[in-house]
């Protein structure tokens, strides 16, 4: 090997890597997102700006992608269920916040690992607790929870062949058909049922029965029909989503943006 060369051997290698990141970049200039708007304080609509969404969710890609170089555009679909058929059909690029279950993986691409972890509550009225242990205590009674809403393939199986549940296009329905006695308990998750029968002033009304349905990931998903996912593309948000894994960075902006929604005017 000439001494020219070995010169320009370093500087090629960085050409090289670098090409390599512009490639697999560079169509996805702008990824378009959408999540379920009924998830404070990781996702919900942005009141001055209702055709979009904002939360911790949302904030937390938008740091995974700025050193990509990608513009994130947020947009509110108006429903969770309405957001998964926009994923299905290809319309948006990435569903922001999703469980794993079998339907979902045949049109939507998870990345690793995921970006948090929560459990579902069985939320009931103050004074109406009842004993559960597992899913055959829930047997019997009727829940409420949002149109499409999954807790898990386990629990969302046995709860189509085994429980009553009303599906409903907002979580305050859920409630308050259970304040009127219409439904014995709401299943929603833990951090969220929190936050918003807080910023109701129904935190003194409902309370979580110690024992969750189920614990998930939550992850980012791309829509198989993306032109944005490409497997360089999931590689490189994937090794940006676990180093702010490490730091503690979600935990930050989940408090952040749970002040930011308790502020909101009703």
């Avoid at 339907?103 to 948090?116: A, G, H, K, Q, V």
């Avoid at 807080?198 to 003194?204: C, H, I, K, V, Y």
Wanted: hydrophobic share 40%; charged share 25%.
């Amino acid at each position: 090997m000439t001494a020219t060369v070995c010169r320009l051997l370093p500087v090629l290698l960085v050409l090289i890597a670098s090409g390599k990141t512009d490639a697999s970049t560079s169509f996805c200039k702008t990824l378009t997102v959408s999540g379920n708007p009924e998830y404070p304080p990781l996702l919900w609509e942005e009141p001055r700006t209702p055709e979009t969404l904002t939360g911790a969710a949302t904030a937390y890609l938008q740091e995974i992608l700025e050193p990509l170089g990608v513009t994130l555009d947020v947009q509110n679909l108006g429903s969770w269920a309405r957001v998964q058929r926009v994923a299905r059909m290809g319309e948006i690029d990435m569903v922001a916040g999703a469980f794993i279950n079998s339907e979902r993986i045949e049109y939507m691409d998870y990345l690793l690992p995921p970006f948090t972890r929560l459990s579902a509550a069985v939320w009931v009225p103050k004074g109406k607790e009842f004993e559960y242990r597992h899913w055959p205590d829930l047997s019997g009674k009727i829940g409420g929870t949002l149109i499409n809403n999954s807790f898990g393939q386990g629990f969302d199986r046995y709860a189509e062949q085994n429980l009553e549940i009303v599906s409903v296009r907002t979580i305050e329905q859920s409630f308050e058909m259970a304040r009127a006695g219409r439904l014995d308990y709401v299943l929603y998750e833990r951090l969220q049922g929190q936050v918003k029968l807080q910023r109701l002033g129904l935190e003194d009304e409902f309370v979580p029965l110690d024992v969750p349905v189920s614990t998930e990931g939550l992850f980012f998903a791309f829509s198989k029909k993306s032109e944005c996912n490409t497997f360089e593309f999931r590689e490189l948000i994937a090794d940006r989503l676990y180093t702010l894994n490490n730091s503690g960075r979600l935990a930050e902006l989940i408090s952040e943006f749970t002040a930011r929604y308790m502020s909101l005017q009703l």
